[in-house]
């Protein structure tokens, strides 16, 4: 093909064999479900500095901001992964004590990290017991004796679902491509039925086509009621999936902005070292 001829969506649809959707944004109004997950207040040193928004039912908040502005270290914090020093959590409208992740995944909320590979997959194990590593009371006997059975079932379901390409369910993870991977890693929190996903940089180190895939995933959870949070370093990835969007600077929320918003918009929140008097809110 002529380079100067040829436009980028073209090339796209040739490398991955198929042409990949590029719908605009539909922004859904959920301004009458209930707020699924409610952050008051969070701090955590200089990384966090008094974080406070909400999630409702079917929405998908963006976070947006340069490196280090506190995206990831706000997402740890809810998942208790790193303690906060202060602040208050709320799910469905009632206050939760998150000090470890085992308490947030008892809360129902799931943290997809930015590093799937060394905290989100277990790469030596096979698919099946990756897609189970959240849910292991529900195989497990009270003598400790796994239903390989019912493990696999659900796998096999998961694998379907979300259009895995894996041999087997007995598939080591780590031979698989990034995008099946990340899969995986969604099947696992779909498995334990979290209403509350939080992505941290869903689609690095996946191709375009496997990104397209996760974009569909993303829209079709929070059409279901799933409460999400999409961090992203790229901003037309924020801007593509984003019913709402919360743009941090230097550990501060400055502002959150309706689906829609330019870059020109996020970048000025992004550089603002006080969070901003008035913003176009959308609650």
């Known amino acids: 093909m002529p380079g100067a001829e040829t436009p980028i969506e073209t090339i796209i649809s040739m490398m991955v064999g198929r042409t990949l959707s590029n719908d605009a944004l539909v922004i859904p109004d959920t301004a009458s479900q209930p707020v699924a997950l409610e952050v008051r207040n969070l701090n955590r040193g200089r990384e966090i500095r008094d974080v406070s928004f909400a999630v409702r039912k079917g929405e998908i908040l963006g976070f947006a901001g340069l490196m280090g502005a506190g995206r990831t270290e706000v997402a740890r914090a809810i998942f208790g992964a790193d303690r906060r020093e202060s602040g208050d959590i709320f799910v469905h409208g009632q206050r939760v004590s998150i000090s470890t992740p085992k308490d947030a995944v008892a809360a129902g909320i799931g943290y997809l990290s930015e590093d799937r590979k060394h905290f989100g997959l277990a790469t030596g194990l096979d698919v099946r017991n990756n897609v189970a590593l959240a849910s292991l009371e529900r195989f497990t006997s009270p003598i400790g004796v796994l239903d390989e059975a019912g493990m696999q079932r659900e796998a096999v379901s998961y694998i379907r679902q979300l259009a895995i390409k894996t041999p087997s369910d007995t598939q080591e993870a780590r031979l698989l491509s990034g995008g099946n991977q990340q899969k995986v890693v969604i099947a696992k929190w779909l498995l334990r039925d979290c209403d509350i996903l939080i992505f941290d940089e869903p689609t690095r180190g996946i191709d375009v086509g496997a990104k397209s895939e996760i974009y569909k995933l993303l829209n079709a ?45 996020i970048m000025g929140l992004a550089t603002l070292r006080e969070p901003a008097m008035a913003v176009r809110h959308a609650s």
């Open 221 to 265: 959870l929070a059409a279901q009621g799933k409460a999400i949070i999409v961090i992203s370093s790229e901003l037309p990835e924020v801007l593509r999936l984003s019913h709402r969007i919360a743009v941090m600077c230097e550990g501060r929320l400055t502002g959150i902005l309706p689906g829609g918003a330019s870059q020109e918009e």
